[in-house]
Structures are given as C-alpha cells and as structure tokens.
C-alpha cells in the first residue's frame, strides 16, 4: 500500500501558485503554462485557497464576469482540504471522493511539500493491483 509521500516521490513536488490579488486572467494564463487544472493560493506563506477550472467555469463564465476584471481571493474556494505524506492512497480517495474534490494540497511537518490530483491517486492505484494481478498470476502458474 504506497502512501501519498511515495506518490508524490514518483510524480514529482512541483507547487504551482498564485498570490489573491492576482487576476483570475494571470491564474489562467499560469494554468495553461503549467497545464494544470488548479493552483493553490498562497498569501504571506500559508495556503489561503484554491483556484480550479471549476470555479473559474461556475464563478465567471456563468455569471457574465471577466476574468481581467475579478481578484482570484473573491473566487478562489476557501476550504482547502489537505493530505498529509504519510496517509496512504486509500485513505486520499476516500477523502476526495467524500469532498468532491480533485486537487489536494500534501503537508509533511506542516510544511507544504506537494500537490497530487484524483488522476495521480487512481493511476497510482490502478499500477497497484495490477501489479498485485501479475504477481498472483506467477504465484498461480508457478513462474
């Protein structure tokens, strides 16, 4: 069973991030850069909220704003959940799924240290059992 920080080992740390009073245009413009589908935001050091497609698609396309004109810190998503490197793949998946969510922030001795995705963790789980088959599969056959 790998945990979150084996993940993150695998995948790589990068942090991508974007201050609140940053444009939603420039979140956009280092989403594409980066090809990402959220940044975290970060004021004075600390995770203040996330900024997603999501709600840039439910928060400006919508309701007619533009994207030059709005701060990220209005509409960033406030409530940031968090994983910690030890915590297992399951245990990750348990929490997105029960938060719908699909970015999380990694904290090891509370420092931020990585961010993984619904599709790092399902790739990541999916390279288990498959594994887990191929070895059974020997088992079974004797090779």
Same mark, same amino acid.
């Given at each position: ?22 444009? /939603? ?15 975290? /935001? ?5 995770? /203040?909220?996330? %900024? ?14 533009? #994207?030059?004109?709005? #701060? ?8 940031? %959940? ?44 999916? #390279?288990?059992?498959? %594994? ?12």
């Amino acid at each position: 069973m790998h945990t979150i920080g084996q993940l993150l080992e695998g995948k790589g740390k990068d942090i991508w991030s974007i201050a609140p009073h940053a444009t /939603v245009f420039e979140a956009l413009q280092i989403m594409a850069e980066k090809n990402v589908g959220a940044l975290l /935001v970060i004021d004075n050091g600390k995770v /203040v909220g996330i %900024f997603s497609e999501r709600d840039y698609a439910r928060k400006v396309i919508l309701k007619g704003k533009s #994207s030059k004109d709005i #701060s990220v810190g209005d509409l960033m998503t406030k409530e940031v %959940f968090y994983i910690k490197s030890q915590n297992t793949l399951e245990e990750c998946m348990a929490l997105m799924a029960a938060k719908h969510i699909r970015h999380m922030p990694v904290f090891e001795n509370n420092q931020l240290i990585g961010v993984v995705t619904l599709g790092d963790v399902v790739k990541q789980i999916i #390279s288990d059992q498959e %594994f887990t088959i191929r070895e059974l599969g020997k088992y079974i056959t004797g090779h």
